[in-house]
């Protein structure tokens, strides 16, 4: 009965993760019934797989939950805050509890998560370079919702894009195999250098160096031979290589690095009016001028953590750095054995945590789910 439970769980969530990557995006402004759906699925699937409040990582981020759905909100509601604006912070809040939810699918097989993750990855990316939203829209005559520009923003993406091309230079054995996986990183490549993402292509080029690295210290013969197809590679795509180069510098001339250091004063200043506001943030809802675009009036900042300090204080934004460091130092501990994925999932959430927007989005969840599920249970599946 318990494997029938789990089987029905994980074929929600990959009916949820399915109508996510195909008719979906990560951060939709008016949520319909294909969200709604897919909430239910997540849902559902959190029933079949039972909540996981006991283990260790978990306590700290329950803490965080507890936190944030009483302290932000009854600050929010004494503010006086708009209730579509408090739901909407609420629900983007709820993305830090799915490994809670999720986590018991995956406490003896993690790989159909992984498959999941990929699988939503890529298609957000064939998704941005086709652009069949765009297409199906025009022949409807119906506005155009440009949010579908950012999937190629969505930590998914980053996720899949590093994984594979971590996995094809470094951890696969088969060279065909290998092959294949570099090939299809190119594919979510395509899509973060469309939208000239900065930081994520330093930080997978950081990666990848330092993967060459370890390589010719452990395994001299194939980082000689990773060198040398490397060199070769950058020599014939030279011409692209200089334009994306020369375009990435001129984007950093013209916009810098986007006003986040701004954004984090402004943030800074909306919270020291009293002490309540330093210590528990200004609640869900609260807006400001964010020098980050143009001081329009916005509801969010631009990382995981200037938005919990902003909405929940300095107690909220202590409580998420334990939370979300217990996961992660949950997950270093297994480097050994999963090297690959456990640096695909730190690349892919420091963005969220200090950059992007992205922290927002089911993507950011899931990302935290197998930071626990992918690398925790892998002694399972070695024992098994």
Same mark, same amino acid.
């Given at each position: ?17 399915a ?32 909540f ?9 981020l329950?803490?965080?939950l ?6 932000p ?12 604006d ?29 498959y ?33 520009l ?8 980053f996720?899949?894009a ?21 090939a299809l ?9 469309g ?6 292509l330093g930080?997978?080029?950081?990666a ?8 010719f ?8 031979m990773?060198?040398?197809? %490397?060199? !070769? /590679? ?5 011409? #692209?290589?200089? &334009? +994306?180069?020369? $375009?990435? @510098?001129? =984007? ?37 001028? %964010?020098? !980050? /675009?143009?001081?329009e009036?916005?509801? #969010?900042?631009? &990382? +995981?953590?200037? $938005?919990? @300090?902003? =909405? ?13 460091g217990t996961l992660a ?22 963005? !969220? ?12 969840g ?12 892998t ?6």
């Open positions: 009965m318990d494997d029938d439970r789990l089987k029905f769980g994980r074929i929600a969530l990959g009916l949820a993760a109508l996510y990557a195909c008719l979906s995006s990560p951060s939709p402004d008016a949520p319909g019934v294909v969200e709604a759906l897919i909430i239910f699925l997540l849902l559902f699937a959190s029933f079949m797989g039972g996981r409040i006991k283990d260790g990582w978990a306590r700290p329950l803490i965080l507890l936190y944030g759905f009483s302290v909100v009854l600050i929010g509601v004494f503010a006086s805050a708009a209730p579509s408090m739901m909407r912070d609420m629900v983007a809040f709820t993305a830090l509890g799915l490994p809670v939810l999720l986590a018991g699918l995956f406490a003896q097989d993690s790989k159909f998560l992984l999941i993750l990929l699988g939503t990855g890529l298609i957000f990316s064939v998704r941005y370079l086709m652009m069949p939203d765009l297409v199906m829209v025009s022949l409807a005559a119906g506005p155009f919702d440009d949010r579908l950012y999937l190629a923003n969505s930590p998914l993406v996720f899949t590093s994984w594979l091309l971590l996995q094809g230079s470094f951890g696969e054995l088969k060279i065909s195999r290998a092959i294949l996986y570099c990183a190119l594919v979510p490549l395509a899509a973060m250098i939208m000239m993402q900065r930081a994520t930080l997978l080029a950081l990848w160096i330092g993967g060459l690295a370890f390589t210290v452990n395994r001299p013969q194939r980082g000689v990773m060198a040398i197809v %490397s060199v !070769a /590679v950058l020599m014939i795509a030279w011409p #692209f290589v200089n &334009s +994306l180069v020369a $375009s990435l @510098l001129l =984007k950093t001339e013209m916009v810098g690095w986007n006003a986040r250091s701004l954004e984090w004063q402004k943030i800074f200043t909306e919270i020291n009016q009293d002490i309540t506001s330093v210590l528990f943030g200004r609640g869900w809802g609260a807006l400001m001028q %964010s020098p !980050a /675009v143009g001081d009036w916005v509801r #969010f900042s631009h &990382s +995981l953590l200037s $938005s919990m @300090l902003w =909405k929940g204080g300095w107690a909220g934004l202590l409580l998420t750095i334990v939370a979300v130092i949950t997950a270093l501990r297994r480097m050994r054995e999963q090297a690959v994925t456990v640096t695909a999932l730190i690349l892919a959430l420091i963005p !969220a945590c200090f950059l992007y927007g992205s922290y927002k989005s089911l993507c950011f899931l990302l935290l789910t197998g930071l626990v599920c992918l690398v925790v249970t002694r399972a599946e070695n024992e098994a």
